[in-house]
């Protein structure tokens, strides 16, 4: 963040939390202020009761916003901050971190491109002690790919469009799992997806987190999602290789797993 600007933030960082996660709450928050070549505004959404986290935001300058009760609810709620001068809108989980230059990348890439909706990078996956356990590197295809296979296109990083986001009507708070999934195919309808191939966050693989612990009901949304984004014709066959995709997306999952679990052995010896 710059310091001592008079210039208005183009952009607005949406952080959601219930503030159980006080040690990776500080990591994400770092990780914004090691932004330091663009100006931005920060909004955390969380139960304003919370005296640690209401102290952290206050530390970083944050507007606190109270917890609706959910999480595309209280993304919807920060982003209804959003003031006049904000071009871009940007969130992050608590227990995520964004890279260094990641705004300043994703956002140079969207005043190249008028028509681009969202700018996206790549993401490496990280365990509970930040040990890197994969890199996510979607290729040119990934946008395409989203309505047949898995989503590789990570939000963790991803800078959107304010103006786009409020053209489809913000997040879907039907959605528990498969928001972002589901802002994502909204939002190719309306303009272009930018890669800017460069690894822009981290996301962490742990046992508290919504999207592992609850792999089965996220499959079940995430089908239910796409198939809202499908022909009449396709979503009869649909059937068909969903299946596919859901044991592809189970071996991955294990295959992460078992990565987290031999980091462990080893630290252990």
């Excluded at 952290?56 to 959003?82: Q, R």
């Excluded at 964004?98 to 028509?115: F, G």
């Excluded at 792999?215 to 995430?222: C, W």
């Excluded at 059937?239 to 462990?264: F, G, H, M, S, Y």
Aim: charged fraction near 25%; proline fraction near 5%.
């Amino acid at each position: 963040m710059l310091e001592n600007s008079k210039e208005l933030a183009r952009i607005l960082m949406v952080l959601p939390t219930l503030g159980q996660r006080p040690d990776y709450l500080k990591l994400t928050l770092e990780s914004l202020n090691d932004q330091k070549d663009v100006l931005f505004d920060l909004v955390m959404i969380f139960p304003l009761d919370n005296i640690e986290t209401m102290t952290l935001a206050k530390k970083y300058n944050a507007t606190p916003v109270a917890d609706p009760g959910s999480l595309s609810k209280a993304v919807n709620a920060g982003i209804a901050k959003a003031k006049l001068h904000h071009e871009y809108i940007g969130w992050i989980g608590d227990d995520d971190y964004i890279t260094k230059r990641s705004l300043e990348t994703a956002i140079q890439n969207l005043d190249k491109q008028p028509n681009a909706v969202l700018a996206f990078g790549y993401c490496d996956y990280i365990d509970e002690n930040g040990n890197k356990l994969f890199s996510s590197r979607a290729g040119r295809l990934a946008p395409w790919l989203m309505t047949w296979g898995p989503n590789l296109v990570p939000c963790p990083g991803a800078v959107f469009r304010k103006e786009a986001i409020n053209q489809v009507g913000g997040f879907d708070e039907n959605n528990m799992y498969s928001m972002d999934l589901d802002m994502l195919l909204k939002l190719r309808k309306v303009g272009k997806f930018i890669n800017t191939k460069t690894t822009l966050a981290a996301f962490r693989w742990h046992s508290t987190s919504q999207t592992v612990n609850n792999r089965e009901a996220v499959l079940n949304e995430t089908e239910q999602v796409k198939r809202k984004y499908l022909s009449k014709p396709l979503q009869k066959i649909a059937p068909v290789w969903e299946p596919l995709v859901r044991i592809a997306t189970k071996i991955a999952a294990n295959q992460v797993d078992r990565k987290v679990l031999k980091i462990k052995k080893q630290q252990k010896v």
